[in-house]
């Protein structure tokens, strides 16, 4: 039996062994990669420049498009160099690096939309008092609890990881290194690992989930007691591109991450986790941006500025 320390590298086998299928595959994932990346740039560059978009909520946006930024780039860049050249090993200790980043910022990503789900409850709901509750140095202190709690929570399996044993196999049934196939192939009674993992992701998934119903819920109690109707229809389009991304985000990761056991068969094809790592990451900002007013004149302002500096 060898230990970890014997083990250089893994091989990821990816989501098919066809060639043309691999190109189509390469050629979407390519397409989505590029687009993710371009249309979060585009908001984090508009809340950085726009000074009608320096309020909590575009704040929380603008971290919101880093993180989703940083989540499929941990993924997918590399997924598309092993296309490429056809090299599908990836070295231990990388392996283990994309891993903690992958859930660092997944994890984070759940925690900040529900910190931009009490930014809606407070504007809503407690409206006179928002400035004072949301200014500048709580919703920087909410971004760094974000990312603090995440930290806590993946350090304690994260550790235990590191002194898995493969003895069997260093193939990894999957096109990056994600924490069930990876608990698949080590022949290390991995029980507490898997157990920890379910446990934290069941209630983030949960604690976060139920802090965005009941504050929707607070949301639309108030909304519906608005006397307008042009002003519950302002105020439920704030809030339809938020449940737009948490409908998406937490639909797809639930569906594909919460299983009873790492070891077991595989019930879901690894082919849905394409919808996470790179399909949402794409739709996100072109969610915000046709949904809300505000980042659409920014944004034309943004590209009338473009021209006209071009002509000149």
Same mark, same amino acid.
């Given at each position: ?24 595959? /390469?050629?979407?994932? !390519? ?35 880093? !993180? ?35 859930? !660092?910022?997944?994890?984070? %990503?759940? /925690? !900040? ?55 069997? @196999?260093? #193939?990894?049934?999957?096109? /990056? ?24 992701? #069941? ?9 965005? #119903? ?31 991304? #948490? ?17 077991? %068969? ?32 920014? /944004? ?9 500096? @071009?002509?000149?």
């Amino acid at each position: 039996m060898r230990n970890h320390t014997a083990l250089t590298t893994f091989i990821l086998l990816g989501l098919t062994e066809d060639p043309q299928l691999q190109i189509l595959i /390469f050629v979407f994932l !390519l397409i989505t990669y590029i687009l993710s990346v371009t249309g979060n740039l585009t908001i984090i560059f508009l809340t950085l420049v726009d000074v009608h978009l320096k309020t909590a909520m575009y704040f929380f946006l603008q971290n919101f498009s880093f !993180l989703e930024i940083s989540f499929t780039s941990a993924c997918i860049p590399r997924f598309l160099y092993s296309i490429l050249t056809g090299d599908r090993t990836i070295t231990y200790n990388a392996c283990l690096s994309q891993l903690f980043l992958i859930y !660092l910022f997944a994890i984070t %990503e759940f /925690f !900040l939309l529900t910190t931009m789900f009490y930014d809606r409850y407070v504007a809503i709901c407690k409206s006179l008092h928002y400035m004072n509750i949301m200014n500048h140095s709580t919703y920087k202190r909410l971004i760094l609890g974000c990312w603090i709690i995440t930290l806590l929570i993946i350090f304690p399996p994260f550790i235990l990881a590191l002194h898995l044993e493969f003895c069997d @196999s260093n #193939v990894i049934d999957h096109f /990056f290194c994600d924490a069930n196939p990876l608990l698949k192939v080590s022949c290390t009674d991995t029980w507490i690992i898997e157990l920890m993992t379910l446990v934290g992701s #069941v209630l983030i998934f949960i604690m976060t989930l139920v802090c965005v #119903v009941v504050s929707y819920m607070y949301i639309i109690r108030i909304i519906l007691r608005f006397p307008s109707a042009q002003q519950r229809k302002k105020a439920f389009s704030t809030c339809s591109s938020h449940i737009i991304v #948490v409908s998406i985000t937490y639909g797809s990761c639930i569906f594909v991450y919460i299983k009873p056991s790492a070891k077991d %068969e595989m019930t879901i094809n690894k082919g849905v986790t394409i919808l996470p790592t790179s399909i949402s990451p794409m739709l996100n900002p072109f969610i915000y941006t046709l949904r809300n007013k505000q980042v659409k004149q920014a /944004f034309n302002d943004l590209v009338k500025r473009i021209l006209l500096f @071009s002509k000149h």
